[in-house]
């Protein structure tokens, strides 16, 4: 029995094989997010780039689409309608241009979109009490950088499930006011381990060894997560900070489109803006 394979097969395997490689990737549920860099005036981290690198590689790697962007003219509820989440890749400072923007973004928060926040995200728009709560507090000051041990504080969020034990990492401990009481907290700071002279003064010891350093929650119709961490442009090549923030994505991204007929905000609130107790450093 003559057993060599067919030519006319090996031609059409051949040419299905080929078709099959230049195939375009499927994407993942057709999830997307936007990159957002803007700063203000003010202090402007070097890690940016670094940070956009990790981002876009981790966003290749699990085929979610993306746009990357510091201009503030994109935030308009047409645009905003196609993606999954906002991640504010150290932002600091003013994040919007007018309050138009800043209305956009309150209403595609409540129309059920996500946030992401990296490292000076908290010093995103000092001056709005809204943005503080949905990101879970305002920047007020930093440890010196330093090596400290974080406490896994919830192993069962896909933002820290990977960790084997608490974390040995070297930052600084970012200081916030104005915590909103409904964050999940998700690592701490071990103060214990932290050498800072005004800890004393703040945080004191009003959460007794632990400070929060990463959380999740629902807000205002939103899903937000947010980690203090990252200040360094060494930090976006480390596993552990890249699986950290993946996690964070991933679940905040897993959840229905953005609808904005829920959301309810047609201006933008007073400021009423407070005063912090210490005066903001960066």
């Known amino acids: 029995m003559n057993r060599a394979f067919p030519l006319y097969a090996l031609l059409l395997f051949c040419l299905s094989a080929l078709i099959f490689s230049c195939s375009p ?90 946030f992401v926040g990296i490292h000076s995200a908290c010093g995103s728009e ?10 879970g507090g305002t920047f007020v000051r930093h440890c010196p950088y330093q090596k400290f041990d974080v406490i ?37 700071h071990d103060m214990t381990t932290i050498e800072d002279k005004g800890k004393d003064d703040y945080p004191g010891t009003i959460f007794g060894d632990l400070y929060p350093g990463a959380w999740c929650h629902e807000f205002d119709g939103g899903k937000e997560w947010y980690t203090s961490y990252g200040h360094s442009i060494k930090h976006y090549s480390d596993s552990n900070f890249r699986q950290h923030v993946l996690g964070g994505i991933l679940w905040t991204i897993d959840k229905p489109a953005v609808d904005f007929s829920k959301a309810s905000a047609t201006e933008l609130e007073t400021n009423n803006l407070l005063i912090p107790i210490i005066k903001p450093k960066a």
């Not at 940016?48 to 699990?62: F, G, K, P």
């Not at 000092?126 to 949905?134: C, E, G, S, V, Y």
């Open 25 to 114: 990737t499927v994407k993942q549920d057709g999830k997307k997010v936007l990159i957002y860099t803007k700063n203000g005036k003010g202090f402007i981290h070097d890690n940016i780039q670094a940070s956009v690198d990790m981002l876009t590689a981790l966003c290749n790697d699990n085929e979610i689409e993306y746009d990357i962007s510091e201009d503030p003219s994109l935030f308009t509820e047409d645009n905003l309608a196609q993606y999954d989440a906002l991640i504010f890749s150290n932002t600091n400072n003013e994040a919007f241009d007018n309050n138009e923007q800043r209305l956009a973004f309150k209403r595609y928060i409540q129309a059920g979109g996500g």
């Open 126 to 135: 000092r001056q709005w009490p809204w943005f503080w709560k949905m990101l």
């Open 152 to 188: 896994i504080t919830d192993p069962n969020h896909p933002s820290t499930e990977f960790f084997a034990g608490d974390w040995k990492w070297e930052d600084e401990g970012y200081y916030l006011h104005h915590l909103n009481p409904d964050v999940h907290v998700l690592l701490s």
